[in-house]
């Protein structure tokens, strides 16, 4: 154990004097206390700093997701401003195929008119020639007109063996005392006649009659005439005629006629087909 | 081999051509013909059709007594009927439509307006 070695008791002069002790424990008291507070003032600035930035990352945080989501709607956007482009070039596609389409039906419907008038034309014209006897194809001319024509009310004449009138030999949806023998040349029916050509109503036909022929129409045979068909009037939903019509007219005034005198000299010929002579050397 | 058989009812040759032409115009549709009643229910009794097509003044027997006869024969009773008829026999379609026939067309015809009722009776699309 080490002994202490005391000290000498300090001289009165030594020591500090006694204001400037007190002022010292004043100074080192004011000091740690200015510490203290600055300490503290640090403190609660660290303190507020440390919220702010908590404060500041989440408001990082939020401007992150709220520029993720603009993205997100940018982008839909984009996909909707797309999708909207596609629809109108779709839509567009469509209508093109649809007026498309319906050209294409009005044109099936073209087609079918159209071969319903070439089946009317063929079927008239085999008929009138698939008989050899007057009765049947007159009968196939009184078809024609009723069936393919609409006739309610007509009648077929010939010009007589002198060539002064034309002589009905057949009529239907008339009395017989109202189709009487025409003078050539007279009238609608004589007119058709003499100039060889149809004279055909284009206009409504519900206002024709016994006066008013709805057609007259020439039998021709080559270059000559031979007689005359008239139609009266038509059934009631045929108002009017149309363009097969027309065919169907050209067709009855080029064929019928050839159709009777053929079926007449046949007849007259006892049904007999001629040799094999009378067809050669023709020429052709 | 056609899926569907039509009989064709009438005494004019002309109209019956006419008709047997629209009816070509139908895919699957064999045709079959006859003069009159007593003709079509000949063939009646020897096949199975699907639709009927007949005029009304036909000789011998017309289309009203073929309808009727047709709606009480059980292999036809059913079947499909079109009458064709001229404007001024509206007693004659009131008759038909009241014996049975399910459609008319009325004379001139016109092809697109038979084979549009024939397709609508069979129910073709």
């Known amino acids: 154990m080490t002994e202490r070695k005391s000290r000498p008791p300090k001289s009165r002069s030594d020591l500090p004097p006694q204001d ?45 997701a709220q520029v993720k989501s603009d993205n997100a709607i940018r982008e839909l956007l984009h996909k909707i401003e797309a999708l909207e482009t596609e629809k109108t070039r779709l839509l567009s596609r469509f209508h ?21 008038n070439l089946a009317s034309l063929y079927v008239a014209s085999t008929q009138l020639h698939s008989t050899m006897s007057v009765r049947g194809v007159v009968r196939q001319v009184r078809e024609l007109l009723a069936q393919l024509l609409g006739a309610r009310a007509f009648a077929i004449y ?39 050509t149809s004279s055909i109503e284009e206009a409504d036909l519900t ?20 007689g005359v068909v008239a ?31 053929s079926a007449r000299l046949f007849a007259d010929g006892g049904g007999k087909i001629p040799g094999i002579d009378a067809f050669r050397n023709l020429g052709v | 081999m056609a899926d569907y058989s039509c009989l064709i009812v009438e005494d004019s040759p002309m109209m019956r051509q006419l008709l047997v032409f ?19 229910l000949r063939k009646l009794a020897a096949a199975r059709f699907d639709l009927i097509v007949t005029d009304i003044n036909m000789p011998i027997m017309d289309g009203l007594k073929l309808i009727r006869r047709v709606r009480t024969d059980p292999g036809h009773k059913d079947t499909p009927i079109i009458v064709i008829t001229t ?6 379609r009131q008759r038909a439509l009241q014996l049975g026939a399910n459609a008319y067309i009325t004379k001139p015809i016109q092809a697109p307006q038979v084979i549009a009722k024939v397709k609508e009776l069979l129910k073709m699309t």
């Open chain 1, 20 to 64: 400037l002790h007190k002022e010292r424990d004043v100074f080192i008291q004011t000091f740690f206390k200015k510490g203290a507070q600055l300490t503290e003032e640090l403190l609660k600035e660290n303190e507020r700093l440390r919220r702010r930035m908590e404060g500041l990352e989440d408001e990082n945080a939020a401007l992150r």
């Open chain 1, 96 to 116: 093109e195929v649809e007026a498309q389409s319906h050209e294409y039906q009005a044109t099936f419907a073209e087609f079918e008119a159209e071969l319903s």
């Open chain 1, 158 to 196: 010939l010009v007589s063996d002198d060539g002064a009138a034309l002589l009905p030999i057949s009529h239907e949806g008339v009395r017989l005392d109202d189709v009487k023998p025409v003078a050539v040349g007279d009238g609608a029916i004589g007119g058709a006649f003499t100039s060889g």
């Open chain 1, 207 to 226: 206002a024709c009659g016994l006066d008013k022929p709805a057609a007259c129409v020439p039998l021709r045979l080559e270059d000559r005439v031979i």
């Open chain 1, 231 to 261: 139609i009266f009037s038509t059934f009631e939903q045929k108002t009017r005629f149309v363009p097969v019509d027309y065919e169907l007219f050209k067709l009855l005034a080029g064929h019928a006629a050839a159709a009777m005198v």
């Open chain 2, 22 to 40: 629209a009816m070509a115009r139908v895919r699957n549709l064999s045709v079959t013909e006859a003069d009159d009643g007593v003709d079509a």
């Open chain 2, 87 to 92: 404007e001024g026999a509206q007693e004659d």
